[in-house]
């Protein structure tokens, strides 16, 4: 009888578990029958799966794509099951989101009270952080990722486009003078960010032309909440999206700096998922229900 709805769960159990010797012990299997079903479906595809090494397994393009198809493929076949065992009742399970600190408290967070009154079976599994996650590593759904996209084989929908200003308190801006040039803020204690995928260079226009400078300040952070906050107590001059910064600039605790030099400073903001065809019912709710509502978010900043 042909089982391939098994080999797709022993297969995805070996992927997410790093190892056949893992994985066997998850499905009460011994390693060499988990090893001999993998070469068995590799012969079967024709196909090279898994790249073995002594350290690690690797995927190959096509083990990668085997992995994301198989993954939604028992995913929806869950999601069915629950449905018919309880009668076709509504989209339920588990949407595991990632997003950055401030665009999440900002855009995400507020929308979540609708969503679940919308879809009271499904639960979000929120993670707030600037770094970013590895939606394979971490078994993330949704990511919503700023800034250019690398290449993958994720799915994106775009959300929208935020610009990116620079700002400083009125107390430090008292104390060290307003920037009138970009120029001056090499004499500025500018606020970076500490992760890997980031650096200190801030693009600004001077005239027609677009210059990138390298600056420094006593601060890196790993997210952009507390730098905002640090610009908001006078520690020095941030660089931050809009939606970081609309709030403290509206009340007075930020002042806009060289607003005519960040005018191009902008950055796309989009939801990464895997897979279109086979995405999982609670995943096309989330997105579906959300990314309208962010994308009126930004057009509203």
Known sequence: MDNRAGEMVVFVRVVEAGSFSQAAR??????????????????????????????????????????????ALLDQLAETEQQIEQGGAETEGIVRVTSSVA???????????????????????LSLSDEVVDQYLERTDVAIRIGGLSDSNLMARKIGKTRRGIAASPAY?????????ADNLVHHNCLGFNFRRSNAVWPMRNGGRIAERMLS????????????RMAI????????????????????????????????????????FRGTQF?????????DFMVPRMQHFLDHD
């Not at 665009?103 to 599994?125: K, M, N, S, T, Y």
């Not at 801006?173 to 040039?181: E, F, K, N, S």
């Not at 300040?217 to 905002?228: D, F, H, V």
């Open 173 to 181: 801006i008292a104390r060290h003078g307003m920037p009138q040039t």
């Open 233 to 272: 107590a006078g520690v020095g001059i941030a660089r931050l999206a809009d939606y970081h910064l609309r709030g403290p600039i509206a009340r007075g605790e930020l002042i806009e700096v060289l607003p005519d030099s960040t005018l191009n400073d902008s950055e796309e903001i989009h939801a990464l």
């Open 26 to 71: 998850l499905l009460l299997m011994t390693p060499s029958t988990v090893s001999k079903l993998i070469a068995r479906l590799e012969v079967r595809l024709g196909a090279r799966l898994i790249e073995r090494s002594t350290r690690r397994l690797t995927l190959t393009g096509e083990g990668q794509f085997y992995y994301e198809r198989s993954r």
């Open 279 to 287: 995405l999982p019912a609670r995943v096309r709710a989330f997105l």
């Open 103 to 125: 665009f999440g408290a900002a855009a995400l967070e507020p929308l979540l009270p609708a969503f679940f009154e919308a879809f009271p079976r499904i639960v979000v599994d």
């Open 217 to 228: 300040g006593a601060l890196l952070a790993n997210n952009g909440e507390t730098i905002r």
